[in-house]
């Protein structure tokens, strides 16, 4: 067996493995997170060394990154944890990526209503905005009997 390095309780470490300290480091995600996908059975290839750490091989790493992506463009971890099960059941990855389509269909169609609605809620706002200028220009606004700066 070869082995790339040492940790601090000299136990070897497999090449191509990492532990979790370095896995947090390149991807920005707490252990706790890292943990946590393992339960969801997210990351279902993680192994651990005879002590019971942690340590992630280049397909956990790759399927973080997948995750991360997945998790930017707006899929709960639940659509994740689906489209983990369709490609296991399915055993392809043209069955995942058709499901992972329709499922980045239905979130555009969301986005695109999000946009609309957020469009109006701008309008209305420059509409009060502009009512509220002129107002305030012609002294309208002001208590009678009042002189304020």
Known sequence: MNWQSIDKDAQPIEEGLVPI????????????????????????????RAGGRRVYGEDE???LAFIQRLKALGLSLG?????????????????????????LEAHLNELDD??????GLRAVMGSYREH???????GEGRDKGEDRA
């Open 114 to 119: 999000r946009i609309s609605e957020l469009q």
């Open 79 to 103: 659509e994740i944890k689906e489209l983990n099960a369709v490609y296991a059941i399915e055993g392809s990855t043209h069955a995942m990526l058709v499901r992972l389509a329709s499922l």
């Open 61 to 63: 790493l790759e399927r």
């Open 132 to 138: 509220i200028s002129l107002r305030g220009a012609t």
């Open 21 to 48: 300290s370095d896995v947090v480091s390149r991807t920005g995600l707490s252990a706790r997170t890292l943990r946590y996908y393992e339960e969801l059975g997210l990351l279902p290839g993680v192994r651990r």
